[in-house]
């Protein structure tokens, strides 16, 4: 069972920055996509980004041009750096992990998912 930690939450003001970071332990080739996903209070979780550990990177329009999704070497550790953030991009953030096929799709189709990380922008 895997078990993905987020940190890098926090509150930030309209126009500032945070970077999220999530630790994705276990099979690099079930874990080979690691997304992002958000959801706000009365709101359908939606994607924000995936990066699959072969090359390729997804990004929502809400973000897209905002936001930058990386790995590290290893490819267990996923970043998500949020720019010029707005009070919409708050909700809670979720770290998950699939396999190649699941990257730019919904969460149901990622096997493990996060507690998440609070994003507070005012």
């Known amino acids: 069972h895997v078990q993905l930690v987020e940190s890098g939450g926090g509150s930030v003001q309209a126009g500032g920055s945070l970077t999220l970071s999530c630790l994705a332990p276990?099979?690099?080739?079930?874990?080979?996509?690691l997304g992002w996903f958000r959801q706000a209070p009365g709101k359908e979780r939606e994607a924000v980004a995936s990066i699959r550990s072969g090359g390729g990177r997804y990004y929502a329009d809400s973000v897209e041009g905002r936001t930058t999704i990386s790995q590290d070497g290893t490819k267990t550790t996923v970043y998500l750096q949020m720019n010029s953030l707005k009070p919409e991009d708050t909700g809670m953030y979720y770290c998950?992990?699939?396999?190649?096929?699941?990257?730019?799709?919904?969460?149901?189709?990622?096997?493990?998912r996060g507690q998440g990380t609070q994003v507070t922008v005012s």
């Open positions: 276990g099979d690099t080739y079930l874990n080979s996509c």
């Open positions: 998950a992990a699939g396999g190649p096929g699941s990257c730019g799709l919904g969460s149901l189709f990622f096997h493990a």
